[in-house]
C-alpha cells in the first residue's frame, strides 16, 4: 500500500518526505490555488522532489479542452499523473487520453458506479472521495469498499485510491478496504499525532522517570557512552 500526500506545499512535501510518507503527491486546483504561486511552476518544483506520481487536474468541464490541457500537463514532467473528473465528459476525454497512453487518475468518485466505465478503460487510479460527503452528513465509508470488489470482480488493473482523507477513522478505514493507495492531508497526519491520551501518558512516564535521583538515572541516560567505554 502507498502513502501519497495531499497538498502543494513544497515545505510539506519535504516535511513528510522526511518521516517516508511521500511514495507520491495529489494536487487539485483548490490545493494549487491556495499556495498562490504560478501554479505551472509550483508543480514543476513538486515533481523534481518528488520521485514517485504527481497529479495535476485539467480546470475545465469540456471534453476537448482536458484532451488538450492534460496533454499539456502531462509533458510538465515525468511523474505527472493527470486528473479527470468522474464525469460524461471526463470519460469521453480518458477514452481518447487512454488511448494515447495519458497517466490518468479519475477523481471527484462519491459513488462506486462512477469508477466503473474508468475502471473498464484501466486508467491508472481511481480516486473515491471518502470524508468530503461527511461536510453533508452523509457517511460514505463503504464508498472504498464498494469500488474495490468493482475493479476486483472486473479483473481491472486500475488501482485504488482514498482521497478526500479528513480524519484518522477515515485512514483506517481506507487500509481496511485494502485500497493501493491513500492520499493523506498533512492536517490528517498531524490529528493523528495529536492525541491527548497519548500526550498525557508521554508526559506522565516521563515525570515519573525524574522521581528516580538523578545518580541511578545516569546510567541508562548515557547508554551509548556506557556501551562504547565498555568495548
Ligand atoms: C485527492 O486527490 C484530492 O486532492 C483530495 O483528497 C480532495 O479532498 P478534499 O475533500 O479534502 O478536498
Not at 22 to 42: C, F, H, I, Y
Request: proline share 5%; glycine share 4%.
Amino acid at each position: 500500500m502507498e502513502f501519497f500526500l495531499d497538498t502543494a506545499s513544497l515545505d510539506q512535501i519535504q516535511h513528510y518526505q522526511g518521516l517516508g510518507l511521500v511514495d507520491g503527491v495529489t494536487t487539485n486546483p483548490a490545493l494549487l490555488a491556495k499556495e498562490g504561486r504560478d501554479p505551472l511552476g509550483q508543480l514543476r518544483e513538486i515533481a523534481s522532489i518528488v520521485t514517485g506520481p504527481v497529479s495535476a487536474e485539467v480546470v475545465t468541464t469540456d471534453p476537448e479542452r482536458m484532451i488538450r490541457d492534460a496533454q499539456k500537463l502531462a509533458g510538465v514532467a515525468e511523474n505527472i499523473v493527470v486528473k479527470i473528473p468522474a464525469s460524461t465528459a471526463g470519460l469521453a476525454a480518458a477514452y481518447q487520453l487512454q488511448k494515447q497512453k495519458v497517466p490518468l487518475i479519475i477523481t471527484l468518485n462519491f459513488h462506486a458506479a462512477q469508477t466503473v466505465p474508468f475502471i473498464k478503460l484501466e486508467v491508472d487510479y481511481v480516486a473515491v472521495f471518502i470524508g468530503r460527503t461527511e461536510d453533508f452528513g452523509i457517511d460514505n465509508k463503504q464508498l472504498a469498499w464498494d469500488t474495490r470488489l468493482a475493479i476486483d470482480n472486473m479483473q481491472s488493473r486500475t488501482q485504488l485510491m482514498a482521497a478526500s482523507i479528513r480524519n484518522p477513522d477515515y485512514l483506517i478505514d481506507a487500509i481496511s478496504a485494502n485500497v493501493d493507495v491513500i492520499t493523506v492531508p498533512p492536517e490528517c497526519w498531524k490529528k493523528v499525532y495529536k492525541n491527548p491520551i497519548f500526550e498525557l501518558a508521554e508526559r506522565e512516564f516521563l515525570e515519573s522517570w525524574q522521581q528516580l535521583p538523578e545518580d541511578l538515572r545516569r546510567a541508562y541516560e548515557t547508554l551509548d557512552d556506557t556501551i562504547s567505554s565498555q568495548s
